[in-house]
Nanobody, 122 residues
C-alpha cells in the first residue's frame, strides 16, 4: 500500500514556473515507477511524465517535452515535477501515481494522490 500526497500547485502567469511535489508513505517507494498525470475540466486524464524506479529513465508527453522535468529522491520518498514556461493550456488538476511498470495509460497505475490544482493565467 502506498499513500501519495501532492503539493505545490497554485496560480501562475503564463511563462512562469511551478514545482510540484508528491510525498509517498511506506518503505517501498523505490520499488515503484512514478508518474504525473493531469486532468482539465471536461477532458480525460492524460499522461504527463513518468520516471523509472532508480530515476535513470524518464518519459514525457510531447506537449510538455522541453518544459517539464520529472525527478525523484528515493531517500525522501518524493517525486517532483518541475514545470517551466507554463501555458494556459497546462491548467488542470495534477495527480501523481505509482505503478509497477512504465506505462502511459492511467489504468496501469495502482495508487493515486488526491491531486493539486495548477492554474495558468494568460
Amino acid at each position: 500500500q502506498v499513500q501519495l500526497v501532492e503539493s505545490g500547485g497554485g496560480l501562475v502567469q503564463a511563462g512562469g514556473s511551478l514545482r510540484l511535489s508528491c510525498a509517498a508513505s511506506g518503505r517501498t517507494f523505490s520499488s515503484y515507477v512514478m508518474g504525473w498525470f493531469r486532468q482539465a475540466p471536461g477532458k480525460e486524464r492524460e499522461f504527463v511524465s513518468a520516471i523509472s524506479r532508480s530515476g535513470g529513465s524518464t518519459y514525457s508527453a510531447d506537449s510538455v517535452k522541453g518544459r517539464f522535468t520529472i525527478s525523484r529522491d528515493n531517500a525522501k520518498n518524493t517525486v517532483y515535477l518541475q514545470m517551466n514556461s507554463l501555458k494556459p493550456e497546462d491548467t488542470a488538476v495534477y495527480y501523481c501515481a505509482a505503478a509497477q511498470l512504465v506505462r502511459r495509460g492511467p489504468e496501469n497505475y495502482d495508487y493515486w494522490g488526491q491531486g493539486t490544482q495548477v492554474t495558468v493565467s494568460s
